[in-house]
């Protein structure tokens, strides 16, 4: 089974992707990783990797490749695995593809603890982050990351912890 599992920042895909994979036995692996995979093989750090991203659609294209390849090489050996990124359900011929949403200030307060820093300044960088991947994903790739159609599942991560999230996924998967 491949699962993707999707959201905006601070809802809480990374640690309930960890939890889930923990939980079925199955590899997890994350746009993230990915992405700072291709930082190391570059030869820069991660914030300077990130900067040179953003003048080049090619690094956001090919983390998208190179997601979608490691899915389908699993889904060939008939192997499964948890897919985890913003646009993963996009690019990943998923079997169950899950989409979590929280409010705005619920997922600033998140990062903020995580991040410790001012719950302000985290919702200004989310509000700012948001918007130009919201652009940036209408231009490169001609999707609009507001329409949830795609999704099977959308999880309001609000009131649950992401243990509880893994088991809901879990149950999901069951009936699957």
């Known amino acids: 089974m491949i699962i993707t599992i999707g959201g905006l920042a601070g809802s809480g895909t990374t640690t309930a992707s960890n939890i889930l994979s923990k939980k079925m036995d199955i590899p997890y692996i994350s746009a993230g990783d990915i992405f700072r995979q291709m930082a190391s093989e570059s030869g820069m750090g991660l914030l300077e990797f990130s900067k040179f991203a953003e003048e080049n659609i090619e690094i956001d294209l090919e983390v998208d ?25 996009y ?46 994903y ?24 992401a243990e509880s999230i893994a088991d809901i996924i879990l149950k999901l998967t069951e009936v699957i």
């Open 65 to 89: 490749r190179r997601q979608s390849q490691i899915a389908n090489e699993k889904k060939n050996e008939k192997k499964n695995v948890i897919m985890e990124g913003r646009l993963s359900a």
């Open 91 to 136: 690019f990943v011929d998923a079997d169950v593809k899950i989409w979590f949403i929280a409010p705005l200030d619920v997922r600033a307060k998140r990062i903020s603890k995580r991040e410790s820093k001012p719950f302000h300044i985290v919702k200004e960088e989310i509000i700012k982050r948001e918007r130009s991947e919201a652009k940036r």
């Open 138 to 161: 209408l231009e490169i790739h001609d999707i609009d990351i507001g329409n949830l159609e795609i999704y099977d599942f959308i999880i309001n991560s609000k009131n649950f912890n």
